[in-house]
């Protein structure tokens, strides 16, 4: 059975930065493509980061773009998401997923097999 765990959420000012990690269990990571998702109260979960099986290719939304950075260690089946100059608008919750699929690059909440249970990042003004 496929297991995601994330951690490294928290609390942070405006301006500071967070790791968020996800190791992931019961697959053959190295064959698969990664997402990071988030989900703010109130609203709808989004696609935020997703890096290809090699770790060659990386996506971003635009929001994120030259602030956060997604990574991973197929060695010890890892993925992160640097996390810098946040904004109150990244509060929410981040979760980590897998997409349906080996090799397979998604945006789509549609297209995601397993979730992570979710790290809450808050970030205050």
């Known amino acids: 059975q496929v297991q995601l765990v994330e951690s490294g959420g928290g609390l942070v000012q405006a301006g500071g930065s967070l790791r968020l990690s996800c190791v992931a269990s019961?697959?053959?990571?190295?064959?698969?493509?990664m997402d990071w998702f988030r989900q703010a109260p109130g609203k709808e979960r989004e696609f935020v980061a997703a890096?290809?099986?090699?770790?060659?290719?990386?996506y971003y939304r635009d929001a994120v773009k030259g602030r956060f950075t997604i990574s991973r260690d197929n060695n010890e089946n890892t993925i992160h998401l640097q996390m810098d100059s946040l904004k109150p608008e990244d509060t929410a919750f981040y979760y980590c997923?897998?997409?349906?699929?080996?090799?397979?690059?998604?945006?789509?909440?549609?297209?995601?097999?397993?979730w992570g249970k979710g790290t809450l990042v808050t970030v205050s003004s």
């Open positions: 890096i290809s099986w090699s770790g060659d290719s990386t």
């Open positions: 997923a897998l997409p349906r699929g080996p090799y397979r690059v998604t945006r789509s909440t549609r297209d995601i097999d397993v």
């Open positions: 019961g697959l053959t990571f190295g064959k698969f493509a």
